[in-house]
């Protein structure tokens, strides 16, 4: 949900004490919190690294969860799938996300990542190719 404000113009009152400066925002309801977002055509702003702990989980989460199949300690991904008790479709969504690019992955490990990034976005099925990924999820390479 997005929602904004109508930029208006400097307001003095008329002892000359206070101005109302107005200025166009727009708000992105993202996860429970409102965050800012800035105007079309201007630079964005960007507050301090927020870690988004549901994007690092699964990440940690896809890669445990490969190791796991990989050294054998499960025959199978619906094997694992019912010894972590989450679903197999799930379960593999999850395990594409070791197939991120690298730099997307230390974003995301660092706060770096885009502030509208979410983790639905990440399980949508993404190219193999990393230039493509960036693409598919920023619209740029």
């Known amino acids: 949900m997005t929602t904004g404000a109508q930029a208006g113009k400097a307001q003095i009152s008329k ?6 400066v ?3 925002v727009s708000f992105l309801q993202r996860g429970g919190r409102k965050q800012i977002l800035s105007p079309p055509g201007t630079a964005p702003w960007s507050p301090a690294p927020r870690v988004d702990g549901a994007l690092v989980k699964a990440v940690v989460r896809a890669h445990r969860w490969r190791q796991m199949l990989e050294s054998g300690e499960y025959n199978s991904s619906a094997e694992l799938a019912k010894a972590e008790k989450v679903n197999d479709s799930y379960l593999s969504r999850i395990l594409r996300l070791t197939l991120i690019a690298p730099d997307i992955i230390e974003a995301i490990l660092t706060g770096r990542q885009l502030s509208t990034l979410q983790l639905d976005d990440l ?4 190219p193999a190719a990393w230039e493509l990924q960036h693409f598919a999820l920023f619209g740029q390479q």
């Open 15 to 20: 002892d000359g004490r206070t101005a109302v």
């Open 22 to 24: 107005s200025i166009s």
């Open 123 to 126: 399980l949508k099925p993404l």
